[in-house]
C-alpha cells in the first residue's frame, strides 16, 4: 500500500482544512488508517483513526469535536476535515495504514502500522 498525503497549508485560527490520504492498490478497503501528526522537536502523536470498516472512529481528546475521520473505499482514500483549528495544531500531518483481519477495530500508536505516506504541512496563524 503506498499513501500520498495532501490538503494542507497555510490557514489562519478558527479556519478549516481537509486533508485526503490516497492509497494505490485494491487492498485498502482492507486497512485500518489513522491520523497522526509531529510538530518541530515534539514526538509523532496520534490524532485520529478510522477501521477497515468505517463503522469505527477515535479521536486524541485535543481534536475531539473539531476533526472528522472519513473514508470512501471506492476512491481509496480517507479525509481528515479539520475544523476550528488552533495554532496548536500547526504539525506535519501524516497518515498511516495497517492491513489486518479486524473490521472494526481503530489503531492509535505508530508502531501499529505499516504504511506511511509523506506528510502534509498544515500551519495555523494566530
Known amino acids: 500500500v503506498q499513501l500520498q498525503a495532501s490538503g494542507g497549508g497555510l490557514v489562519q485560527a478558527g479556519g478549516s482544512l481537509r486533508l485526503s490520504c490516497s492509497a494505490s492498490?485494491?487492498?485498502?478497503?482492507?486497512?485500518?488508517v489513522g491520523w497522526f501528526r509531529q510538530a518541530p522537536g515534539k514526538e509523532r502523536e496520534f490524532v485520529a483513526g478510522i477501521s477497515r470498516s468505517g463503522e469505527s472512529t477515535f479521536y486524541a481528546d485535543s481534536v475531539k469535536g473539531r476533526f472528522t475521520i472519513s473514508r470512501d473505499n471506492v476512491k481509496n482514500t480517507v479525509y481528515l476535515q479539520m475544523n476550528s483549528l488552533k495554532p496548536e495544531d500547526t504539525a506535519v500531518y501524516f497518515c498511516a495504514a495497517r492491513l489486518g483481519y479486524s473490521v472494526n477495530d481503530v489503531y492509535t500508536r505508530p508502531y501499529e502500522y505499516s504504511y506511511w505516506g509523506q506528510g502534509t504541512q498544515v500551519t495555523v496563524s494566530s
Open positions: 492498490g485494491r487492498t485498502f478497503s482492507a486497512a485500518a
